[in-house]
């Protein structure tokens, strides 16, 4: 590997408040270097920590080197330990900015085959101002402004040498690459790489993480029941009185089925047969909110929940209006989401077809699961 990162995280912090300095704070369940830490999977990591934080960052499996009074002398700490490794490129990053990107840190690294360096910037687009006493005192022109980020990529040796020479009091790393004379070239940087600096930063930083998350699952599902003999059939989980009954292995709730066999679709999971084989005799006569439960059960197991679901049920009788408010109710129960998430309509297909003839019901169903 010839590429390492240096993650500078020994700074205090003042701006952000609470008791730990912000990048030992937790964002979305685990600490923010955590969550930086990840974001360079793959490449081998030196951490530069503050002395007092070394039983904190003990936990987070890399090695670790203490910085100094300065961020210069932090980071020039870290890059002596790369020295003589056989490393030859170094990202250089603030621990605070746990939300960069893979694509960034590959674009960084393909400039740095034509550069001594890159890093990435934002082009400013505000307008700038000039203030005094809480007065707009004049404007600026923004034209060749950028708001500059990390990490900042370089050639070992060079910023290693740079750094060596340079006096002190940089801003960061390219200010003293530059000072060095090494040429920066400025890549594309991204609004979402957010340096964590006031207590509303981590909000901002949560919803960029649920967002990147978030997985959304479509499945549908499809089944027929023929009538048989009888006097009621089980449609959604209600029993409805009808002059015949369903024929099947189970309860014969066609609804139920079409929408247990969505929630699978969207799991590409298969449908019911596969995890209830009509063989066993187990599932004989069975009620099919077993189905039902399993399906959103395992759904939950891979952290998706259900957005909304839709059947249809097809048939000229029974009539399904008067029960269908009801048959929401129950899926809504079984499934253990609100009732606003189900629906449950019902069409005739016009006396044509085996529906038309009343031979049997036909139902669809849509489910959309979330994960976030
Ligand atoms: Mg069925």
Redesign the pocket.
Known sequence: MDTAVIIVAAGRGSRMGGDVPKQWQMLAGKPVLAHTLAAFGGIPVVLVIHPDDRERAAGLGVPLVEGGATRDASVLAGLRVLEGTGVKRVLIHDGARPLVSKALIDRLVVALEAHEGAAPALAVSDALWRGEAGLVAGTVDRSGLYRAQTPQAFRLEAILAAHKAHPGGALDDVEVARAAGLDVAIVEGEESNLKLTWPGDFARAEAVLKGRDMDVRLGNGY???AFCEGDHVWLCGVQVPHGRGLL???D???GM??LT?AIYGALAEGD?GRHFPPSDPRWKGAA?HIFLSHAIGLAAARGYRLANCDVTLVCERPKIGPHAAEMQRELARIMGVDETRVSVKATTSERLGFTGREEGIAALATATLVRA
């Open positions: 089944d027929v029941h099947g292995h189970s014969a709730d066609v089925h079409a066999d019911i099919s």
